[in-house]
């Protein structure tokens, strides 16, 4: 049972590059959500989804895409990577918006 | 949501209780206490969360105010893998929904000493 699992744990982009952050569960949890992880900012929302097919914008939704085609994974596209974009993200998931756990990350550097 | 306050940091004695205590004096009837904490690098870990009652589980308890304006996170038996930044945050229960998801603070990061 490997919970929330994000892959890749680490990358490195180039300013324009796109790329996929992957986040899979097997808790069977409709509510799964991205944020992000910035020195001295706390974490913010991204995007969110309360189930297949149903996805919604956070906090901070510009320049992400998702998509939620099945329960179990809900991947988080970065169209077109800014240094901006340099931060820690996390998946996490949950039965309810309180009660949520977390992925162990993806660390990335946009240059 | 309803904000909430916590020291920005505590030392405790590995063995001894852990007491972070978290102030939240408006919260409204239907918000829930839900305590997090983030060990250095990894993701946050959910702890407990409660409404109005004492609650607790085999990570805490947590021990809210008659009037749930303030609240304390209990940790029996402090280890020095105990040391983390804890959140307390306040937010209503949603079975699904909330584009304001949860909104972490400073929170408290507590070391816990040898």
């Known amino acids: 049972n490997a919970g929330v699992t994000q892959t890749p744990k680490f990358q490195v982009l180039k300013t324009g590059q796109s790329m996929t952050l992957q986040c899979a569960q097997d808790m069977n949890h409709e509510y799964m959500s991205w944020y992000r992880q910035d020195p001295g900012m706390g974490l913010r929302l991204i995007h969110y989804s309360v189930g297949a097919g149903i996805t919604d914008q956070g906090e901070v939704p510009n320049g992400y895409n998702v998509s939620r085609s099945t329960t179990e994974d809900f991947p988080l596209r970065l169209l077109s990577a800014a240094p901006s974009q340099t931060s820690v993200y996390f998946c996490?998931?949950?039965?309810?918006?309180?009660?949520?756990?977390f992925g162990e990350g993806s660390r990335l550097t946009v240059l | 949501d309803a904000k909430t306050t916590q020291p920005p940091s505590m030392d405790c004695a590995e063995g001894r209780a852990a007491n972070l205590p978290c102030n939240h004096s408006t919260i409204s009837g239907n918000e829930y206490v839900y305590w997090y904490r983030q060990i250095h690098s990894q993701g946050p870990q959910y702890i407990i969360h409660g409404l109005k009652n004492n609650e607790t589980n085999e990570m805490a308890s947590l021990i809210i105010t008659e009037d749930r304006k303030s609240s304390t996170l209990i940790l029996p038996h402090a280890t020095l893998r105990d040391t983390a930044v804890y959140y307390c945050i306040v937010r209503a229960a949603h079975s699904g929904g909330g584009a304001d998801g949860l909104t972490f603070g400073k929170g408290t990061h507590l070391i816990i000493q040898p």
């Open positions: 996490a998931v949950g039965p309810t918006t309180g009660e949520l756990f």
